[in-house]
């Protein structure tokens, strides 16, 4: 089910500015990727390309390929709003449906895109719920409003919304930034566990996040303010902390900078 | 100016001592609060000056047209067979009217408004949406009695047609159509651009997020906001007097026939100096305050039953 993600020279502009300039990499399915990095490297502008999120900007725009296993994401033919099914994205900070109960925003995707049965539609939010770790705090209250749960809550619950409509790959920005250490705790669990389902990326600021729960870690950096980012270095992860091969890398894991 | 004098008078500190801790957190400087005290008293008068205006009207119309609103047959019979110095008679006609020629202005208004806020705040880029965008700022300024003058021009020059209830309300949605698109257009900016992407992120097409996650979230300012501007152009008097000119039967056919309205019933008697016109005058003065108000009413009690919970 899960599916690898190959990037080959990937330039990002945003209108005339480039962002992002000669990302390749890959990341293996099943397996967890880091980004990391200081700030406006660019690597939110990445992640967002691998669902094709960046183009809902305007201007926004990419040179190179992105292929999820033999499927060009970037083809001419190829349907954005299809992307998004198979890609999905958790953001930095939770944002539920603030019209929607808690059943009605772990449904929204399947809802939303035409599914009507009830009874499937219960069904895929508990097991979403369950998959997010979060089903036993709201079991009793799926009809009360998303908005009202706690921070960390919220974010699991748009984890579940997320994996709802069972996507290949899982895409996160900074998903715990906003979050306390034990409901960070409780996602980096989460994102152990669905890594054996998804393919999964995660931006984070968080060092020790990054040699916890990844497999995989890339470290992008900016050349010089207003040059492009790009990507410094990509491996894995136990090398990239132990032993980077570029100094930039070393520098930044070790806090001498960023 | 007397703040520059204050601040003379009451030295907080010792020289030398500027910042240091010394200077203690809990002290209040007496130069502050009496700027503090200043800025309140300007603005509770300001207030003040602009509740008197409010009060007085208020007053004064509920004192002289308030027992006409206590009588059965105001809000039961029309002025049919009744001259303006004749008591007795209702307004019945008027307020019908008024309340079928709202209801029409809503109906052509809203949709077109809302759809011009949504391509605007949604889809609009480049040279077509700032053209809308100006188009729609001219539209706000226009006054009343011009709408008026080219709907009449166009009704009743170029086509010939009669002056019937319909064309007020073309009038009416011409001055309605740009307060709706503008207060869309704020509500749909209030909504957080994450939720759109949310909706994105899960593979929903754009239209399907617009209609039920964007609007959705917005919509009982969206309600408020066309509540509010149907208040306003009810009691718009300019259109119905060049298309509208006032009977005392009710008449409900908007495309046949004149059909009384409040603001014309009021105009209507405006000049006797009878006690019967005069109190008709008051009584429906008022009658047309209360509509308005129970509108805004309306909007706010709209606007607490939001569809956003929290
Ligand atoms: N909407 C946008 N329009 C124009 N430029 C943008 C936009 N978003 C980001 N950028 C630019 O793209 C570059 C990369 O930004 P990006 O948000 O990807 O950085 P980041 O690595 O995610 O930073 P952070 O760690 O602070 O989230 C920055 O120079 C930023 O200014
Ligand atoms: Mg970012």
């Known amino acids: 089910m899960a599916k690898r993600i ?8 945003y209108g005339d500015f480039k962002a992002v300039e000669g990302v390749t990499m890959t990341v293996e399915p099943r397996s967890v990727t880091a980004f990391i990095g200081p700030s406006g490297c ?8 691998l669902n094709r999120m960046h183009e809902v900007i305007p201007g926004g725009r990419v040179d190179g390929s992105v292929m999820l296993d033999d499927q060009d994401l970037y083809a001419s033919s190829m349907d954005p709003v299809a992307v998004r099914r198979t890609v999905g994205m958790v953001f930095q900070r939770p944002n539920p449906f603030p ?49 009202g749960l706690s921070g960390g809550q919220q974010q699991r619950l748009c984890i579940a919304r997320a994996i709802a409509v069972n996507p290949q790959v899982l895409l996160m920005d900074e998903p715990c930034s906003a979050l306390d250490p034990i409901s960070t705790l409780a996602i980096e669990d989460l994102i152990n566990e ?44 136990q090398r990239i902390f132990s032993n980077p091969t570029e100094k930039a890398t070393e520098d930044y894991i070790s806090g001498r900078f960023g | 100016m007397s703040t520059a004098q204050l601040d003379t008078t009451t030295p907080t500190t010792p ?82 009217g008024t309340l079928i020629q709202a209801v029409v202005t809503a109906v052509m208004s809203v949709p077109v408004g809302v759809l011009t806020a949504v ?54 949605t011409l001055l309605m159509i740009p307060t709706v698109v503008r207060s869309t257009e704020e509500m749909l900016k209030l909504v957080p651009n994450e939720l759109r992407e949310a909706s994105y992120a899960l593979g929903v097409p754009k239209w399907k997020t617009i209609m039920k996650v964007v609007v959705p979230t917005a919509f009982s300012g969206i309600v408020t906001g066309i509540l509010l501007g149907l208040a306003r152009v009810m009691g718009e008097t300019a259109p119905l007097i060049i298309l509208g000119p006032y009977t005392k039967v009710i008449a409900t056919d908007l495309f046949g026939g004149l059909m009384a309205t409040l603001p014309t019933m009021i105009n209507q008697d405006r000049t006797e100096a009878l006690q019967p ?11 047309l305050i209360l509509l ?18 929290s």
């Not at chain 1, 660019?42 to 390309?49: D, E, H, P």
């Not at chain 2, 016109?277 to 009658?287: I, K, Q």
């Open chain 1, 194 to 237: 669905l890594k054996s389902d998804y393919t999964i990326v995660i931006v984070t600021h968080n060092m020790q996040q990054a040699a916890r729960v990844s497999d995989q870690t890339a470290f992008f950096n900016l050349k010089a303010t207003g040059e492009p980012g790009r990507l410094v270095e990509v491996g894995d992860t």
């Open chain 1, 42 to 49: 660019g690597k939110s502008t990445v992640l967002r390309t």
């Open chain 1, 6 to 13: 190959d990037v080959k020279d990937l330039d990002i502009y």
């Open chain 2, 277 to 287: 016109a005069l109190d008709r005058v008051w009584g429906a003065s008022l009658t």
């Open chain 2, 292 to 309: 308005v108000f129970l509108l805004n009413l309306l909007g706010r009690f709209v606007g607490r039953f939001s569809k956003v919970k």
């Open chain 2, 15 to 96: 020289p030398g001592t500027g910042s240091s801790p010394t200077r203690g957190l809990g002290e209040r400087s007496g130069g502050r609060a009496a700027k503090d005290l200043l800025a309140k008293v300007v603005m509770w008068l300001a207030f003040a000056i602009a509740v008197v205006p409010l009060v007085w009207i208020l007053g004064s119309t509920l004192v002289k047209g308030g027992h006409m609103l206590l009588e059965a047959q105001w809000w039961t019979n029309s002025q049919a067979g009744i001259t303006s110095r004749r008591e007795g008679g209702g307004a019945v006609h008027a307020i019908q």
């Open chain 2, 119 to 172: 391509y605007l705040v949604e889809y609009g880029r480049g040279r077509l949406a700032r053209v809308v965008s100006f188009m729609v700022d001219i539209l706000t300024g226009i006054p009343s009695i011009v709408a008026a003058l080219f709907v009449y021009a166009l009704w009743v020059t170029t086509f010939g047609f009669q002056r019937v209830a319909f064309a007020v309300t073309l009038a009416l």
């Open chain 1, 99 to 147: 019209t929607m109960s808690i059943r009605d925003n772990v449904a929204a995707g399947l809802k939303l895109n035409g599914l009507k049965n009830k009874k499937k539609l219960d069904e895929v939010v508990e097991t979403s719920l369950k998959g997010a770790n979060l089903w036993n705090e709201v079991k009793d209250r799926l009809d009360k409003p998303g908005a």
